[in-house]
């Protein structure tokens, strides 16, 4: 592994559990959204995640994220990664318990240690999955909060700045308290993106929780040698919230509408011009689609509206969970490649 080799961007695609190939080369991390939680491992050479977001063997799925270049793995103080020399998957799972915040600020810690001890400096997105994320913590914190205030206080500890957050996702899990996985680039070129609709999740004011979320809206990231119009949009779980408020509360299809609205202000050419980005982007280039509702029976007339909008060859997943804020339906977040 050396930094000369000619550098690519990241490479994911969803699969069904019963096509997939775990032993096939050049696999940097195979992350199972699927019936039960496990610890992330490394036994096969690459890191391995099972998360509990499905029901069943129908909404289960696969993301395979795989690269040209031989991969390493290990573990850290109970962080497992897989490395190519340019791109670090590691993960981590903080156990079900009465509170979240200090297992999240240990675990956020170990993985930005890592990062840097690796020299995978550029971090372009996290997901967190935390179960029971709208009900409360022993003390009376709802335990998205709680999560937020973990976080917050292990990226003030390492410097981390408002700047530099990487795009993420905030949502619910079925089980298994909080699992989270992390991509980070070593030569790669990161531009945070906010949404000039949104009031900056990191500035959030304080009626959402003692410590905001810190995450930015998306994150663009090329790589040296690629022409400049050229670029991965990682998008952040995005939901129904103009400025910071949720809006369109109880009505599924409008909240639907402003999230898909919000990505394509997102990805757009305002937002990319005023982050001198010379790229256009709209939601038929969104691709790796994950969709999440919170009400089982809502999910036909999400996946009508999605369809309207992506691209007929985009792979969408779409995952019954709950999100973040109780007044938030449906939450998603792609890729644009
Ligand atoms: C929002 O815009 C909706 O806490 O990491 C979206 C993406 C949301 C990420 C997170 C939360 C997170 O605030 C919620």
């Known amino acids: ?24 080369g050049n696999v940097l991390g195979i992350i199972n959204y699927t019936t039960g939680a496990a610890d992330p491992d490394t036994s096969r050479g690459h890191l391995r995640l099972d998360i509990h977001m499905a029901h069943g063997d129908s909404d289960s799925f696969s993301e395979v994220w795989t ?48 990062m840097a001890e690796l020299g995978y400096h550029h971090c372009a997105r996290m997901w967190n999955f ?3 994320i709208n009900e409360d913590n022993a003390d009376g914190l709802e335990i998205y909060r709680d999560f937020c205030k973990g976080r917050a206080e292990a990226f003030e500890a390492h410097r981390f700045n408002d700047s530099s957050v990487p795009a993420a996702t905030g949502i619910g899990s079925l089980g298994g308290g909080i699992a989270f996985y992390v991509l980070a680039s070593r030569t790669g ?24 979320p810190k995450f930015a809206r998306a994150t663009h990231l090329s790589v040296p040698g690629l022409d400049s119009a050229s670029g991965q949009i990682y998008v952040s779980g995005t939901s129904s919230i103009r400025g910071h408020e949720t809006l369109f509360a109880g009505d599924v299809e409008k909240q639907t509408l402003l999230a898909l609205e919000n990505v394509a202000h997102l990805i757009g050419p305002d937002t ?22 919170r009400n089982h029976d809502d999910i036909p007339a999400v996946r009508r509206i999605c369809e309207e909008h992506f691209s007929p ?7 019954n969970v709950d999100v973040c804020r109780a007044d938030l339906s449906v939450e998603l977040e792609g890729i644009v490649r």
Request: glycine share 8%; aromatic share 8%.
């Open 313 to 319: 060859d985009a792979q969408v997943a779409y995952l």
């Open 272 to 293: 990319l011009s005023h982050h001198r980005i010379d790229q256009r982007s709209t939601l038929a280039d969104l691709d790796t689609i994950k969709v999440y509702v």
């Open 189 to 212: 070129a990161l531009t945070p993106l906010e949404n000039s609709k949104q009031v900056s999740a990191y500035h959030y004011p304080e009626q959402y929780g003692p410590r905001p």
């Open 130 to 132: 935390v179960n029971r």
């Open 1 to 24: 592994m050396t930094q000369q080799q000619s550098a690519t961007l990241p490479a994911s695609k969803f699969a069904s559990l019963d096509e997939l190939d775990e032993d096939a």
């Open 67 to 114: 690269t040209d270049l031989p991969v390493e793995s290990g573990e850290s103080g109970g962080i497992a990664y897989a490395h190519d020399g340019e791109h670090l998957l590691c993960a981590g799972r903080i156990p079900p318990g009465d509170g979240y915040a200090s297992g999240t600020r240990a675990a956020y810690a170990r993985t930005l240690e890592l």
